[in-house]
Every structure is written in structure tokens, then in C-alpha cells.
């Protein structure tokens, strides 16, 4: 299953009433959303018809969330399902996940793009760096240890997507601050010279959810029946069901 396959579903299960894409490039994610949208991307061009209620901010996401009101498309700001797809860098990627996370709620879900790079090659930081009959994922991939270390409260579940494998991340806490604290610590062991020290897991994708499996668990129509609920109420409710439905981080 291909990436944009996954997301479409996650938007006929979840029926999110809001979605913030990083990184919308010519639109071709943004085509599957029929609701009130937000996509930032300081270069997009858009070449296909999109159907849904957008505004669209040539930014960096950086430059959006510096904002005093990011989300004031949103009639409250809160994003119920994000895509992260911005710049192939783990620092960007992480720092984007830090920025949204302020705006979810535990039955948000958020999905990173290019988290499973299929050779050594494609996790290059340096985009311009020759890689023949390679696509360029960067080193998105180390942001998912930091989640999964320094992060216990989260379900970090990598997904067996093509081209480059998604993850996808549910129960954020937007009053969690411990990665923001370890930010400058994680980014300077992430910036290091190519080829990456890509982990075996990751390149084999030792773990990865099948992306129709994952689809097919019930913790979907749990979350879109949950999210009217008060926050602290929900948090342990939406736990019990991702326990039923096998969906625990890999260590």
C-alpha cells in the first residue's frame, strides 16, 4: 500500500473536522481531505483540484507556528488528523511534531511521512548528494527513537507504506514538554556527516504494521467516537482500546 492509500483511509475512518498538512509540494495529499484545512509549505504548487475547506500558508512551518493564532481557520485549534512531510531533516521533523503536538487532543493522530528508508542511501541528509534509483527520505527516521524513548505515554507504530514508510503516532499530550527539553540534545546527535548509521530494523522494517492490518483494528472508530470528550477523561479510555487492538510500541 502506498502512502497517500493510508492517509486516504485514515480520513474515511477518523472523518477528522480538521487536518494540517507540512509540506503540501503540488497537492497530491491534500486532494484526499474534505474538511477544514490548513497546509503550510513555503514553495507549494499546486497542480491538482483540491475539495476542501483550505487555507494555504507559503511559510515554513516554523514561520506558522511563531503565529499568535496558527489555526484561526479552525473554529477551535485543534487538529484531529496531521501529516508531517515537510523538510527530509530529523530536526525539522521533530520540531514540527513538537510545534503541533500544542494543538491535539488525545484522540488526535498524527502521521509522519518517510520514517522506513529501504537503502542507506535514501536517509542522506544531504538532498543533493547522487543517489541513482534512490528517493530522498533524509533522516526523518530518527525522530521515531526519541519518541519512543523519552516519550512512553505515545503509540508510535511504523507502517510498511511505499515508497518510504510512514509512522503513525496517537495519544499526543499537548501539555508534554520532555521533548522540547531534550530538543538540542537529540539534534546534535542527529546532525552527522553521510552516509547515516541507518539501524537494521529500519532498513528491513523489522516490526512495521502492514498498512491494511493497521486499517482494520478497531481503534479508528474509537478515537472519532472519543474526541467530543473531555481530555482528561478520554486518555485512559483511549488506552484500553489500543491495548485490545495490538497496537503497542516496539522496543
Not at 485549534?77 to 508531517?84: C, G, K, N, Y
Request: negative net charge.
Amino acid at each position: 500500500m502506498r502512502r497517500h492509500n493510508l492517509l486516504k483511509s485514515l480520513h474515511e475512518l477518523l472523518q477528522p473536522r480538521t487536518y494540517l498538512e507540512i509540506g503540501v509540494s503540488t497537492g497530491s495529499s491534500m486532494t484526499l481531505s474534505r474538511t477544514r484545512s490548513i497546509g503550510v509549505d513555503p514553495a507549494f504548487h499546486i497542480k491538482r483540484e483540491l475539495l476542501c475547506d483550505l487555507h494555504l500558508v507559503r511559510a515554513t512551518s516554523d514561520e506558522f507556528f511563531a503565529r499568535e493564532h496558527p489555526l484561526a481557520h479552525f473554529d477551535e485549534p485543534v487538529v484531529d488528523l496531521a501529516f508531517i512531510d515537510g523538510m527530509h531533516l530529523a530536526e525539522y521533523a521533530l520540531r514540527d511534531f513538537i510545534n503541533l503536538e500544542r494543538f491535539t487532543h488525545a484522540t488526535s493522530v498524527i502521521v509522519f511521512d518517510d520514517m522506513l528508508p529501504r537503502i542507506v542511501e535514501e536517509a542522506d541528509r544531504d538532498r543533493d548528494r547522487p543517489r541513482p534509483r534512490a528517493a530522498w527520505a533524509g533522516d526523518v527516521y530518527k525522530v521515531f527513537a526519541a519518541l519512543r524513548d523519552l516519550r512512553r505515554d505515545l503509540v508510535c507504530l511504523h507502517v510498511d507504506t511505499e515508497p518510504t514508510g510512514t509512522a503513525v503516532v496517537l495519544l499526543p499530550d499537548p501539555h508534554n514538554e520532555s521533548l522540547l527539553t531534550a530538543y538540542d540534545d537529540l539534534v546534535a546527535g542527529y546532525v552527522t556527516p553521510d552516509p547515516q548509521q541507518v539501524p537494521a530494523e529500519i532498513l528491513q522494517r523489522t516490526g512495521a504494521w502492514n498498512p491494511a492490518a493497521l486499517l482494520a483494528t478497531p481503534i479508528w472508530s474509537e478515537l472519532r467516537r472519543l474526541r467530543d470528550r473531555d481530555d482528561a477523561t478520554v486518555r485512559s479510555e483511549v488506552r484500553s482500546y489500543v491495548k485490545e487492538a495490538g497496537l503497542t510500541t516496539p522496543r
